[in-house]
């Protein structure tokens, strides 16, 4: 029988009312230029369905899979960071690629389409919290630690997708390329292949976990460097021993599961098997029994026999339409007071028929476009991604 044991206590963070309020240290806006129409219309589905008829061809819409159902309903594709990017790229005939999904998706979305295309971000205030933690001049400044303690020559910088279109190319100036959850190993190898040392950033918890857990690489490898204390908090010693230096980064969604959630869920669930995101922390992947970003997650449920138990450590939305589409199986999610991604659940129904409408009626809004230089640098990172060997499956 499906169920979901533990539904997540609300979050205490209130989210900003639809459309309105302003949030200045963040890399997304806020304001919202039109008249949304009210939640409460009970034609949004028949709006939705009827300005995305009238768009037609002209219009793709791209769903990731933390989005809620009420948008994911009109998705032409769904996927994880790494897929979406790939079919942004891979269908040049639409006008409009309208990404539900948040700011860092868009941007590469932008990066990797054609000039007759255009991004468009339902709501500007759909942003990520850990790309926030990595602004471009910090990054820079991180460089030049590098730099004084002679080792600039030597790292590659690998950056995940969940970063600025500024931080992605600084990655291409700098020799390196951007990873998905879907192909982190990948990319890590191909870096240590061209250099000693890598400065992956900003999820510390995505780097170490493939580093020490995939590519045999040591604990004692890895130094954080946190980019509010000069040279990173580290000596020059400690970067220069480093194999990896993780920028203290991390997931406010996935940070939150513990060691401990995976020992009570085996308590409370005979035979569950755990799945967990590797933007979770290390102590709990190695507790885990799977790890994968949200496509290898549906993938490994998907092929999963009919009553098999699973404790899912992703975030709300996916865990729940897993739920309803897997009845035969045991869905719980892995801890109770870990909520939603609330920027991802910015984007919703009134949003999408804002943008939707919009657009059928000739008024193009909330385009996401990155300055030609930017895009030029981090095309070329996004393009060392997109040409190592795809994403490998790996269980535990
Ligand atoms: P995926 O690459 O697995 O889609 O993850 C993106 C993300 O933001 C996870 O928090
Ligand atoms: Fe960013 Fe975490 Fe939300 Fe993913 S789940 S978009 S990493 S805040």
Same mark, same amino acid.
């Given at each position: 029988? !499906?169920?979901?044991?533990?539904?997540?206590?609300?979050?205490? /963070?209130?989210?900003?009312?639809?459309?309105?309020?302003?949030?200045?240290?963040?890399?997304? +806006?806020?304001?919202?230029?039109? %008249?949304? #129409? #009210?939640?409460?219309?009970?034609? /949004? =589905?028949?709006?939705?369905?009827?300005?995305?008829?009238?768009?037609?061809?002209?219009?793709?819409?791209?769903?990731?899979?933390?989005?809620?159902?009420?948008?994911?309903?009109?998705?032409?594709?769904?996927?994880?960071?790494?897929?979406?990017?790939?079919?942004?790229?891979?269908?040049?005939?639409?006008?409009?690629?309208?990404?539900?999904?948040?700011?860092?998706?868009?941007?590469?979305?932008?990066?990797? !389409?054609?000039?007759?295309?255009?991004?468009?971000?339902?709501?500007?205030? @759909?942003?990520?919290?850990?790309?926030?933690?990595?602004?471009?001049?910090? =990054?820079?400044?991180?460089?030049?630690?590098?730099?004084?303690?002679?080792?600039?020559?030597?790292?590659?910088?690998?950056?995940?997708?969940?970063? !600025? @279109?500024?931080?992605?190319?600084?990655?291409?100036?700098? +020799?390196?390329?951007?990873?998905?959850?879907?192909?982190a190993r990948q990319s890590l190898q191909w870096a240590?292949?061209?250099?000693?040392?890598?400065?992956?950033?900003?999820?510390?918890?995505?780097?170490?976990?493939?580093?020490?857990?995939?590519?045999?690489?040591?604990?004692?490898?890895? =130094?954080?460097?946190?980019?509010?204390? #000069?040279?990173?908090?580290?000596?020059?010693?400690?970067?220069?021993?480093? !194999?990896?230096?993780?920028?203290?980064?991390?997931?406010? *969604?996935?940070?939150?599961?513990?060691?401990?959630?995976?020992?009570?869920?085996?308590?409370? =669930? #005979? +035979?569950?098997?755990?799945?967990?995101?590797?933007?979770?922390?290390?102590?709990?992947?190695?507790?885990?029994? *799977?790890?994968?970003?949200?496509?290898?997650?549906?993938?490994?449920?998907?092929?999963?026999?009919? +009553?098999?138990?699973?404790?899912?450590?992703?975030?709300?939305n996916l865990v729940r339409r897993l739920a309803q589409?897997?009845?035969?199986?045991?869905?719980v999610y892995l801890d109770d007071t870990v909520c939603?991604?609330?920027?991802?659940?910015?984007?919703? /129904?009134?949003?999408? *028929?804002?943008?939707?409408?919009? /657009?059928?009626?000739?008024?193009?809004?909330?385009?996401?476009? *990155?300055? @030609?230089?930017?895009?030029?640098?981090?095309?070329?990172?996004?393009?060392?991604?997109?040409?190592?060997?795809?994403? %490998? %499956?790996?269980?535990?």
């Open positions: 029988m !499906t169920e979901l044991l533990h539904e997540p206590k609300p979050t205490p /963070l209130a989210l900003l009312l639809l459309g309105q309020g302003a949030d200045p240290d963040s890399e997304r +806006g806020v304001e919202c230029p039109g %008249a949304l #129409p #009210p939640a409460s219309d009970p034609d /949004l =589905v028949d709006r939705a369905a009827r300005a995305r008829a009238a768009l037609g061809d002209r219009a793709f819409i791209l769903g990731h899979h933390y989005q809620r159902n009420e948008v994911i309903q009109f998705a032409d594709v769904t996927g994880d960071s790494f897929k979406l990017a790939q079919q942004a790229a891979a269908n040049p005939q639409a006008e409009f690629i309208v990404f539900c999904g948040v700011h860092f998706m868009a941007e590469s979305a932008d990066i990797l !389409t054609a000039s007759h295309q255009q991004v468009v971000l339902p709501d500007l205030a @759909a942003g990520c919290s850990m790309a926030d933690m990595a602004d471009i001049a910090q =990054v820079e400044s991180c460089w030049a630690s590098l730099e004084q303690a002679g080792i600039a020559d030597v790292t590659v910088p690998i950056t995940y997708m969940n970063s !600025t @279109a500024a931080i992605k190319a600084f990655t291409g100036r700098h +020799g390196g390329a951007i990873c998905t959850s879907s192909n240590l292949e061209q250099g000693q040392k890598v400065l992956f950033l900003p999820d510390q918890h995505l780097g170490r976990n493939t580093a020490v857990r995939d590519l045999g690489l040591g604990l004692a490898d890895c =130094v954080v460097y946190d980019p509010r204390r #000069p040279l990173g908090g580290l000596t020059e010693a400690e970067l220069q021993r480093a !194999t990896m230096i993780l920028w203290k980064g991390h997931c406010s *969604v996935h940070g939150r599961f513990s060691p401990g959630n995976v020992d009570d869920v085996r308590r409370r =669930v #005979p +035979g569950v098997q755990v799945i967990v995101h590797p933007e979770c922390q290390y102590e709990v992947v190695e507790k885990a029994d *799977v790890v994968g970003s949200t496509e290898r997650i549906i993938a490994t449920i998907a092929q999963a026999p009919a +009553g098999s138990s699973w404790a899912v450590g992703t975030e709300l589409d897997h009845p035969d199986q045991t869905i939603f991604c609330s920027t991802m659940n910015r984007i919703d /129904l009134p949003h999408l *028929v804002w943008a939707l409408e919009s /657009l059928a009626a000739g008024n193009v809004v909330n385009r996401i476009q *990155v300055d @030609a230089d930017t895009a030029h640098w981090a095309r070329i990172a996004l393009d060392r991604m997109l040409s190592l060997p795809g994403p %490998a %499956a790996k269980a535990d």
